[in-house]
C-alpha cells in the first residue's frame, strides 16, 4: 500500500512539474534541491549578522533572532512561490548586496529606521510586481545599458567584499590614510584569514556547499580556539516574528518621502536586472531557454521574484531575490520546480536551528570570508564591460569605485546614471540614450542636491 501511496506521488509530482519531459527524476530534482540549499545556506548567517542588531548596526538594526526567523520564512515562502508557481528550480532568498543596502546606506547613512526601510522595501517589490505582469519590463530591459547593468552588480559586489575586509579587521581605519592594513597578529583577524583561505580553496576546487563549509570550519576553530562562543544548543523553536511582522505596513505613510523614493528605485533597480540575469543565466543553464534564447513563463517568474520580496518584506528582511547559487542544484541534475520545493523544505528545517546560526551570526570574523567571496563572485561582471570605449568605462568605473569609497550602493548608481547620458551626449551618441535615462538623471541630480544630507 505504502508502494503505490509512493507511486501515485511520483505520477502527480510528474504531471505537474513535467519531471520526465526534462528528462529528470523525481529523486534527482530532491536531491538538487538539498544541493541548492548546501550552496545558498550561508544566508541565515550572514544576514542576521549584517540586519541584526548584534552587528555593525547595533541598536538601529532589527532584533537578531527576529532576522534569522525572517530571513529563513522569507526563503521558504519566496521558493515555494517560484517552485511552485513558475515552476523554475530557482531558490530564492534575502539578496547579498541589497541587504547591505538596506543596512549600511539607508538605516546607517541615512538614518532611516528599519521599519520604514521595510517599507521601503515592500514598495519596490509592489512597483516590480507591476513591471512583471506587464510589457514595461521589457521597455525598461531596453532603456539601462547593459555596461550601467553590469557596473552596478560589479560595485555592489566590490562593496560587499570591502565590509567583509572590515569586519574581518583585515581593512582598518586610519586617520592618515582612511584605510589600511590591519592587525594580522590579532586572534580574529587570524580567523578570518583562515575562513577565507579554506573558502576559497573549497570554491576552486568545485565544492557547490563551499561557502557554508567555510563558515563551518571557521566555527570549528574558532570554538578550538576561544574566539567563538560553543552554541547554547542545537534546535529552537522560531520566534521573534511578532517583532517585525507587518511593519512594512504600519510604516507605509513614513515611506513617501524624496529620500525614500530614491532608496526605493535603488533597490528596484537593482532586484530587477539582478533577477532578470540570474533567472535568464540559470534557465540557460539547464537548457529551459527557448529556441530563441528567451525565458519561458518570464512574466511568472520575475513575479515570484517580486512576490517574494513583498512579503519578506512585510515578514522582516531585506529584498528576496533569485539566487545565483542555484546553478548548483542545475548542476546536480535540477530542471523543474520540484527542485525548489526541496530546497525550501530544507530552509523550513534549518528555521528551527537558531542556536548554531546565531554563533555564527554573532561573530563578524567568522561571517566576513563569506561576503569576501561573495563579493569576488559578483565583481566577475568587471570583465563584461568594454573598457576600451570611454563612453561606456567612465560611468562603469565611477559607479563601481564610488560605492566602496562612499559607503553607499546609492551613491554609485546615482553617479553612473548622472555621466553616462552626458558622455554619451559628448560622444555623439546622444541617439542611442533612451528617454528614461534622461529622467533617471533628473532624479539622481535632485538625490544629491536637494535630497541627500
Known sequence: MV???????????????????????????????????????????????????????????????????????????????????????IALAPGMGLNAFFAYTVVLEMGIPWEVALSGT??????????????????ILDAIPMQLKLAVGAGIGLFVAFLGLKNAGIVVNSEATLVTLGDFTKGTTLLALFGLLVTVVFLVRGWHGAVLYGIMLTTIVGIVSGLVDLPKGVFAAPKGLEQTFGQAIVHLPDAFTGQLAVVVLTMLFVDFFDASGTLIGVANQAGLLDEDGRLPRAASALAADSVGTMAGAVIGTSTTTAYVESTAGVSAGGRTGLTAVGTAGWFLVAMFCYPIFAVVAGSGEVTAPALIVVGILMARALGQIDWNLLEYSVPAFVTVVMMPLTYSIANGLAMGMLLYPIVMAAKGRIREVHPAMWVLMLVFFGYFFFLAE
Open 3 to 89: 508502494t503505490d501511496v509512493l507511486h501515485r506521488t511520483r505520477g502527480r509530482l510528474d504531471g505537474y512539474f513535467g519531471v520526465r519531459s526534462t528528462g529528470s527524476t523525481v529523486k534527482r530534482e530532491l536531491m538538487a534541491g538539498t544541493v541548492t540549499f548546501l550552496a545558498m545556506s550561508y544566508v541565515l548567517a550572514v544576514n542576521p549578522a549584517v540586519l541584526g542588531d548584534q552587528g555593525a548596526l547595533g541598536d538601529k538594526g532589527i532584533p537578531m533572532q527576529a532576522v534569522f526567523t525572517a530571513t529563513a520564512v522569507a526563503a521558504v515562502f519566496g521558493t515555494l512561490v517560484m517552485g511552485l508557481w513558475a515552476r523554475y528550480p
Open 122 to 139: 515592500f514598495l519596490s517589490g509592489v512597483i516590480f510586481f507591476v513591471l512583471a505582469v506587464t510589457k514595461i519590463r521589457e521597455r
